[in-house]
């Protein structure tokens, strides 16, 4: 070598902090997950929709609504847009635009739909907090208790194998119609698909190097559950819990369609579709109102579960 | 000089807005000519990719040629139209990919799929077209090969996969071959067996091969010119002999430096050192039994003896499916062994309850390969290093932790104020010295690092393992370094254990395993690592065929006389036993015996 050496090393060196230097730059910084999610216009217009809805169901008293179980048999089946005198409650008279019309009972329908986004959204929330609650504890001791899997995961499969609406009707039917029993009645056969969800995300979580890197520092086992396991399935989650209420949605309207889901004098969407039915031909108003409101809803939430999916699960969205 | 196959002038391909530069390269010139070898050689990042893509046609639409051009024989690749590239893909220059696995379609027989580029284009007749097939397949060396064309890609071994891939590349004669890392997902005597191939094909039909690495060993086995690309730019061309012997640019001095250089064997063993932990006959078996069928049983590991000295190394060396990673998780009792001790201070924890290891965990931890997945995404760096304090080292007070995290940060080689920020902020390197100082944090006197540079670029390696070093020299503890990389051993090991398939077969201080190895498999081994030698020499060396087979059926006798050159009858019937050639030196073969 004609170089002198220590030179040449000198130079090694510099090159090597060099390179640790260009490679320290190497991560383009990465933006926060929640202002990915706020930019998505999926999620944009999903929740702008609901926000709405809930808007509504929180304000139908003060949104020029009448008791919507109230009845006036002078006023019946009147077309949507009809001004006509209409006495309440009380006895009070006045004169009153029915913007979506009455039904056979002499009800207004504008009324019975803001109060029965109450029913809907409820039973949408609260479906699928129970759904995935109860899933999340099946699912984690199914994929962490490993006797427990087997056992559990018939149970789980013997329950997806009875269709969730027969469900639904006989538990109606054994119990008392009323909001706990239809939440039930709706949550229980969607129990099984999230333990499967967050039993695959436990198995394949587990064997992550982190949790075994948290095995080998004697981390407790309950706290590698929820402390290393369980944030890391919570985007999956909040993905499946909106399809999950946007199905409770739809399942609860068809039971009150069917009559086995909330008494009659309870306005809800489907309830006053049941109701409308028999005279669809002479007054489509009184199907076609809740209607409207039932598939927005729907589609609301839909929306806003793809734009979750799509910001939190990328993984999720590629495979779908 | 004849006409260039390919010739790339001035080439610049801009980067989408946001990257960490603006061109993925820029301004690179060079040609390849026809029957040559060039080397594009470069780190991660270094666009050498990118050149291979832009070459096939096959950028992403997020990339652009800016400037410059392409031409395959004269003819401009750039602008040509999508049609008459598909017409030149395969048939003047085809590609062939570093996973071979996910490069086949798995659903289609390898024969159908090398026959789809001939039905593509070539007006052959079925008959003449599965001639032409075995012709190839002949070629590539694959034994049988009515049942290799037959075969569906899981079939075949990762080095059979690659062959075959080879044959689809060159069934047509193209006039160029892109190689691009074809050798990095494959094991060391695989990766020979291959080079070796590629260069005994390229001779033959007289292709110019564009040879995509970022290993200057394999470089020298293969090259006949090189490009040295950084971040984008050529930083240094010539031939293979002048750039190994006086290379010009202080990175390509790096490279080249951090290859193996195979001449000091390891460092001196100091015998009067304690043995912390020992294992004695460690077996690992999976699914030996299930509760309504028989399994077939794995024996991942079988009459694993090793030691491990205090504040000194042992290197364990083997393939993939050898059985390191096996033995490294019984030891730190993420598995639970199935039969044999493995004692630590004397004490035995193969079989203790996964509640009493704590006392076992605070000596004992380990660093993982891949840096990426070993830190939860969802917690910050100094939780991260507190976690092991909090569960093992009771009674501190978080003051005491936290004025240990910054000691932590600062003997890894990382600033203080990376305790507040998320693994994802930081570089493969940075990673791995967060799960260095994590394993750190509960003062083990024995570190397991399994393949803890094999997921970084080669100079990152250089400086993870110098750190690892720095660390034992600084602090007195042991590792077990489970590597692939037989250049890694030699420059941190203290000793050496060679696995292949669940048996170690030959152990003993790092000096005589790697400077005189006795047994004919790390004879092996050693050779078919390739070297900075200007002459290629690995590939003229001894070398042995096949690969490694399946452990669920492992061959009778001893496990490795199917490729064994001296192999005997007797190896074909019975598995030798450990015999000593030294002292200090165990050998597990019937040569010896």
Redesign the interface.
């Known amino acids: 070598m004609q170089d002198d050496p220590d030179l040449?090393r000198e130079?090694?060196r510099?090159?090597?902090l060099e390179?640790?230097a260009?490679?320290?730059?190497?991560?383009?910084?990465?933006e926060p997950v929640w202002a990915r999610v706020r930019r998505s216009w999926t999620v944009r217009a999903g929740g702008t929709v609901l926000a709405i809805l809930v808007a509504i169901a929180l304000a139908a008293p003060v949104l020029g609504t009448v008791d919507p179980s109230y009845f006036d048999p002078g006023i019946r089946d009147l077309l949507p847009g009809t001004a006509s005198e209409f006495t309440d409650i009380e006895g009070n008279t006045a004169t009153r635009t029915f913007w979506m019309g009455t039904d056979s009972f002499g009800r207004d329908i504008y009324s019975r739909v803001l109060y029965g986004t109450r029913v809907s959204l409820v039973v949408g929330v609260a479906v699928a907090v129970v759904a995935l609650a109860l899933g999340i504890v099946a699912g984690l001791a199914a994929g962490y208790i490993r006797w427990l899997d087997g056992p559990l995961m018939r149970l789980m499969d013997g329950v997806m194998a009875i269709p969730g609406i027969l469900i639904a009707i006989a538990l109606v039917a054994l119990w008392k119609a009323s909001l706990l029993t239809v939440v039930v009645a709706i949550a229980i056969p969607e129990i099984p698909r999230v333990t499967r969800l967050v039993r695959s995300l436990v198995l394949s979580i587990r064997e992550?190097?982190?949790?075994?890197?948290?095995?080998?520092?004697?981390?407790?086992t309950a706290?590698i559950m929820f402390g290393?396991i369980l944030?890391?399935t919570v985007a999956p989650l909040v993905v499946q819990g909106t399809y999950i209420a946007a199905s409770a949605i739809v399942i609860e309207a068809i039971l009150s369609f069917l009559g086995v889901g909330l008494p009659t004098d309870i306005p809800t969407w489907g309830n006053i579709m049941a109701e409308g039915r028999v005279q669809f031909n002479d007054y489509p108003h009184n199907v076609f109102f809740p209607g409207i409101f039932l598939a927005l809803t729907v589609l609301a939430v839909n929306i806003l579960g793809d734009g979750l999916r799509d910001t939190l699960d990328p993984r999720m969205a590629k495979r779908l | 000089m004849s006409e260039p196959v390919l010739q790339v002038t001035d080439l610049a391909i801009a980067l989408p807005t946001g990257g960490d530069r603006p061109f993925a390269v820029s301004g690179v010139s060079f040609a390849v000519r026809r029957g040559e070898i060039v080397c594009l050689v470069g780190e991660s990042g270094s666009g050498k990719s990118v050149i291979a893509h832009a070459t096939m046609g096959l950028l992403p639409r997020a990339l652009a040629v800016t400037a410059g051009t392409i031409a395959l024989e004269g003819e401009d690749i750039v602008r040509a139209s999508a049609e008459r590239l598909r017409a030149l893909r395969a048939a003047r220059m085809s590609m062939i990919f570093q996973e071979p696995m996910t490069a086949l379609n798995p659903v289609m027989r390898c024969g159908d799929q090398i026959d789809e580029v001939l039905r593509t284009h070539t007006p052959l007749a079925p008959a003449e077209r599965r001639a032409k097939i075995l012709d190839i397949v002949r070629e590539v060396h694959l034994p049988d090969p009515d049942r290799v064309v037959a075969s569906y890609p899981h079939q075949l071994s990762g080095g059979q996969r690659q062959r075959i891939m080879i044959a689809m590349a060159l069934v047509l004669e193209p006039a160029l071959l892109i190689a691009d890392e074809p050798t990095t997902a494959l094991d060391v005597t695989t990766q020979a067996q291959i080079l070796k191939l590629v260069r005994e094909l390229q001779a033959k039909h007289g292709t110019g091969v564009l040879f995509i690495t970022h290993d200057f060993g394999v470089v020298s086995e293969i090259a006949d010119r090189v490009a040295v690309l950084r971040r984008g730019k050529l930083v240094e061309m010539g031939p293979k002999d002048e750039v190994l012997r006086r290379p010009r640019h202080p990175y390509t001095k790096m490279l080249i430096g951090s290859v193996p250089s195979m001449t000091p064997h390891g460092r001196p063993v100091d015998a009067s050192a304690r043995v912390i932990l020992a294992t004695r006959g460690l077996a690992k078996t999976y699914g030996a039994s299930g509760f309504f069928r028989r399994r077939a049983a794995v024996r991942a590991a079988e009459d694993v003896n090793l030691e491990i000295r205090r504040g000194q190394t042992l290197g364990i060396v083997g393939e993939s499916g050898s059985g390191k990673s096996t033995v490294a998780r019984c030891i730190v009792r993420l598995v639970d062994p199935s039969a044999g001790e493995v004692l630590l201070d004397g004490e035995d924890i193969a079989a203790k309850p996964a509640r009493k290891l704590g006392a076992m965990r605070r000596r004992v931890q380990i660093v993982f390969q891949d840096p990426f997945a070993s830190l939860n995404p969802r917690m910050r760096v100094a939780d991260i290093l507190a976690e092991g304090m909090r569960a093992l080292d009771r009674g501190g007070t978080e003051g005491e932790r936290s004025r240990r995290i910054d000691a932590l940060l600062e003997q890894v080689g990382l600033p203080a104020t990376a305790k507040d920020r998320y693994p994802h902020e930081f570089s493969g390197g940075q990673r791995q010295r967060i799960a260095i100082a994590r394993a750190l944090a509960v003062r083990p006197k024995l570190i397991v690092a399994d393949e803890p540079t094999s997921a970084l670029d080669v100079s990152v390696q250089a400086q993870i393992v110098n750190l690892l070093a720095g660390l034992q020299a600084e602090l007195g503890i042991a590792y077990l370094f489970i590597t692939h990389n037989l250049g890694l051993v030699e420059y941190l090991a203290h000793e050496v254990a060679v696995m292949y398939l669940g048996r170690i077969v030959e152990r003993g201080p790092a000096e005589r395993v790697l400077g005189s190895p006795a047994h004919p498999y790390t004879q092996a081994l050693l050779a078919a690592v390739p070297a900075v030698a200007p002459g290629g020499a690995a590939l003229a060396a001894a070398r042995i065929e096949g690969e490694l087979p399946s452990p669920i059926s492992p061959p009778a006798g001893c496990h490795f006389h199917p490729r064994c050159p001296q192999a005997t009858a007797a190896c074909r019937s019975a598995y030798p036993q450990e015999t000593r050639i030294a002292p200090d030196h165990a050998v597990r073969c019937h040569l010896h015996g």
Do not use: W
């Not at chain 1, 260009?22 to 990465?30: Q, T, V």
């Not at chain 1, 190097?209 to 004697?218: I, N, R, T």
């Open positions: 040449e130079a090694v510099e090159s090597l390179s640790e260009a490679e320290a730059g190497a991560p383009p910084p990465r992550e190097p982190y949790v075994e890197a948290a095995v080998s520092l004697g981390t407790p706290k290393h944030p890391n």
